[in-house]
């Protein structure tokens, strides 16, 4: 299992919230996201992180690349 970063973005606050999930690959991180996006209408976009690398972004609206 792998700890996973999932930055949330919620249209009632200023910041992204930060949670945390295990998963056991990409596949399992995505599939949580995914949950999380849908759990509230609120919830815009999910920056999914590991080791400090953005790996992918899933959303209801388009979620700017990083810039490094």
Known sequence: ????EL????????????VF?????EA???ARASEILLRSP????????SARRRL????RRPVPETVA
Do not use: K, Q, S
């Open 1 to 4: 299992m792998r700890t996973f």
């Open 7 to 18: 930055f949330l973005d919620d249209d009632r606050y200023a910041a992204p919230a930060v």
């Open 21 to 25: 999930v295990m998963a056991a690959d």
């Open 28 to 30: 399992g991180a995505r």
């Open 42 to 49: 609120h919830h815009l976009g999910v920056e999914v992180w």
């Open 56 to 59: 992918f972004a899933i959303g």
